[in-house]
Nanobody, 124 residues
Framework: QVQLVQSGGGVVQAGGSLRLDCAAS????????VGWFRQAPGKEREFVGG????????HYAESVKGRFNVSRDNAKNTVYLQMKSLKTEDTAIYCC?????????????????WGQGTQVTVYP
């Protein structure tokens, strides 16, 4: 069972940038598709973006396209979520998740393992 450990995040002013890291406990992490989700207070969890294991294809929610970028370094067993031009509405707890589907899925039930979550706060 893959275990995911997140790092990064924090507090940033609107327009700023942050990076979240998602590190896996196994070398076979390259065989997992990874998605990023977020949940803001009082709102449902939503898909942010993800990267497939097969060809490294990425897929993003419309709300973050052009601002967020998901990448992976399989040698380091790590997936990154680079966020720029952050907005106050990006404030949420962000979680990475690993799944075995070769495509990036936008529904949480398609993922088998989850990181612990990281708070991202964007102030005006």
């Amino acid at each position: 069972q893959v275990q995911l450990v997140q790092s990064g995040g924090g507090v940033v002013q609107a327009g700023g940038s942050l990076r979240l890291d998602c590190a896996a406990s196994i070398r076979a992490f390259s065989m997992y598709t990874v998605g990023w989700f977020r949940q803001a207070p009082g709102k449902e969890r939503e898909f942010v973006g993800g990267i497939s294991f097969a060809e490294g294809n990425t897929h993003y929610a419309e709300s973050v396209k052009g601002r967020f970028n998901v990448s992976r370094d399989n040698a380091k067993n790590t997936v990154y979520l680079q966020m720029k031009s952050l907005k106050t509405e990006d404030t949420a707890i962000y979680c990475c998740a690993a799944g075995t589907d070769w495509r990036v899925r936008s529904t949480a039930r398609d993922y088998k393992a989850w990181g612990q979550g990281t708070q991202v706060t964007v102030y005006p």
